[in-house]
């Protein structure tokens, strides 16, 4: 069974940091462009960064550009979001996903995705 495992949320104040890791169990995911996505309550899932199989291209929502960070280790298997600057409406369920082509913000890309990790920003 492979399965994404989300960690590092968490309760922030605004203006805070943190971040969160992604580590694939089952297979590794070296070959694979991996993502994050978000979801508020009451709102659609929402692309915020991705990131390509070798690391060396990377997308990211204009609402998080220049705050948020990703990147990977494939020697570790593991993709990171760090978020700095955090905003209340960065509040969300944050997911992390893989996948191996089409269009980078589009969730229907993405073939694995993890159960999600809670990030709260109080203001």
């Known amino acids: 069974q492979v399965q994404l495992v989300e960690s590092g949320g968490g309760l922030v104040q605004a203006g805070g940091s943190l971040r969160l890791s992604c580590t694939p169990s089952?297979?590794?995911?070296?070959?694979?462009?991996m993502a994050w996505f978000r979801q508020a309550p009451g709102k659609e899932r929402e692309f915020v960064a991705a990131?390509?199989?070798?690391?060396?291209?990377?997308y990211y929502a204009d609402s998080v550009k220049g705050r948020f960070t990703i990147s990977r280790d494939n020697a570790k298997n593991t993709v990171y979001l760090q978020m700095n600057s955090l905003k209340p409406e960065d509040s969300a369920v944050y997911y992390c996903?893989?996948?191996?082509?089409?269009?980078?913000?589009?969730?229907?890309?993405?073939?694995?995705w993890g159960q999600g990790t809670q990030v709260t920003v109080s203001s």
């Open positions: 996903a893989a996948g191996s082509g089409g269009y980078y913000p589009s969730p229907v890309s993405y073939d694995y």
């Open positions: 089952g297979r590794t995911f070296s070959s694979y462009r």
């Open positions: 990131i390509s199989w070798s690391g060396g291209r990377t």
